[in-house]
């Protein structure tokens, strides 16, 4: 047991490996192919398997730069669409305890809490005063 290890870890020197774009490859080629099982469709599972080819090609590339790159690439793009995500659920959840308004004069959002009626709100960016009901 103990040689294949050794082999298995000789064969991987030099070799990218997995990272954040591999796993996310693979579990999408899982995904379709679970959903080729349900849909019949032989596209589906060409796909499934391109893409999974994809990982693999990626996992055991010698291009560690390339592939460092698209990895950097991807988590990027991740990130920007989780934190999209992350500011609609913060003004939902803010929403229903908050009003939030925008200065007059120079634009800067201010949350003011709901239910107390009409009140002067202070812009803290420009010190503007105006009214505004909450």
Known sequence: ??????????FM???YGA????????????????A????????????????LLVSYYRMFSR??????EENQKFERVSFSIAETFRRWRFR??????FHIYKCPSCGQKIRVPRG??????HCP?????FIKKS
């Open 1 to 10: 047991m103990n040689q294949i290890r050794n082999q298995l870890i000789k």
């Open 116 to 121: 107390k009626g009409k009140i002067k709100i």
């Open 63 to 68: 291009n560690i730069r390339r592939r460092f």
């Open 36 to 51: 080729g099982l349900f849909i019949r469709n032989p596209w589906v599972d060409f796909i499934a398997a391109a893409v």
């Open 19 to 34: 990272d954040k774009l591999g796993r996310f490859l693979t579990a999408t080629a899982f995904v379709l192919l679970v």
């Open 92 to 97: 939902l959840q803010q929403g229903s305890k």
């Open 13 to 15: 020197t030099g070799r």
């Open 125 to 129: 960016k420009c010190n503007t005063d």
